[in-house]
Nanobody, 128 residues
Framework: QVQLVESGGGVVQAGGSLRLSCSASGGTFSNYVFAWFRQAPGKEREFVLFTLWSGGTTYYGDSLKGRFTISKDNAKNTMYLQMNSLKPEDTAVYYC?????????????????????WGRGIQVTVSS
């Protein structure tokens, strides 16, 4: 059973940075796609980015590209989300998600419904 654990959230002032981590266990992830979503109070879950664990494809949400960057440590099965130039509107619970895509030719996974493994989420609060 795949388990995802987020860490690194907290409170930061506008313009600051945070790095979130998503540690994965319980599987072999070479055929997985991993993603970050976020959900602010009273709003729908929003796509942040997804990346193929095997490499080659990372897709960012339009409003986030340039401020958010993904990286991975394959040896630790950990994905990192570096968030820079944070804004109050980035305040949300951030969720790590994963899906075993097997050998599918599909390479585009921007919807929360694409994913069947989720972390519990971690709060990020950006103060103005």
């Amino acid at each position: 059973q795949v388990q995802l654990v987020e860490s690194g959230g907290g409170v930061v002032q506008a313009g600051g940075s945070l790095r979130l981590s998503c540690s994965a266990s319980g599987g072999t992830f070479s055929n997985y796609v991993f993603a970050w979503f976020r959900q602010a109070p009273g709003k729908e879950r929003e796509f942040v980015l997804f990346t193929l664990w095997s490499g080659g494809t990372t897709y960012y949400g339009d409003s986030l590209k340039g401020r958010f960057t993904i990286s991975k440590d394959n040896a630790k099965n950990t994905m990192y989300l570096q968030m820079n130039s944070l804004k109050p509107e980035d305040t949300a619970v951030y969720y790590c998600a994963a899906k075993n895509r097997g050998y599918s030719a599909r390479s585009y996974y921007p919807s929360w419904s694409d994913y069947d493994n989720w972390g519990r989420g971690i709060q990020v609060t950006v103060s103005s």
